[in-house]
């Protein structure tokens, strides 16, 4: 009958245990760098987005880039929108600025979010929201975060500052009265 030896029993099961975490590591590795190339192939489709946005190719690269569910949240209107109630307003946006160029200045990354602050400079040659082409130049900053499901845009918000443009192209804004508070 062979001796036991708790010194080699002990080698033997911290080698074990070593196996163990280090495989539970690699797995965890693994996942990690497989989150790192969806958020880095999401944060690539929304700057695709707004680097290719144009006239020219808006429905094919929308049709490339989102979900066929998606939905659309762009103020003022507080219902989503799928593919076909947001084309006309796309449509009627390129009618009044057909060369518009939208930067991307920031983009963050969060789970399945990308937020992306975006500066958008354009020439205003068609009516805008009643107002007739002023052939000005213009320039705003807007907000848009993406929620991605599969590789492609499931949901997009996006607020702009509509407020500067109505300045830029000659409108003011009055209240018609304030109360004693200032609101």
């Not at 969806?38 to 690539?44: D, G, P, Q």
């Not at 937020?115 to 082409?133: L, N, R, S, W």
Request: aromatic share 10%; charged share 30%.
């Amino acid at each position: 009958m062979t001796k036991r030896n708790p010194i080699a029993w002990g080698l033997l099961l911290l080698g074990f245990a070593a196996g163990c975490v280090g495989r539970q590591a690699a797995d965890e590795l693994a996942a990690l760098r497989a989150r790192a190339d969806t958020t880095e192939r999401n944060k690539a489709v929304a700057r695709r987005w707004f680097c290719e946005l144009s006239r020219g190719n808006f429905e094919p690269l929308y049709n490339d880039l989102f979900h066929p569910d998606s939905r659309q949240y762009i103020p003022p209107d507080a219902k989503p929108l799928g593919f076909e109630e947001y084309k006309p307003l796309a449509k009627r946006m390129y009618e009044a600025f057909p060369r518009i160029t939208h930067s991307v200045k920031d983009i963050f990354t969060e789970g399945d979010r990308v937020a992306a602050v975006i500066h958008v400079h354009t020439k205003h040659e068609g009516e805008f929201a009643g107002i007739p082409a002023t052939d000005r130049n213009l320039e705003w900053t807007a907000i848009a975060v993406f929620r991605f499901m599969d590789g492609r845009i499931m949901e997009r918000w996006e607020i702009g500052d509509i407020l500067g443009l109505y300045e830029q192209l000659g409108l003011e804004l009055k209240p018609d009265a304030v109360d004693s508070e200032g609101f």
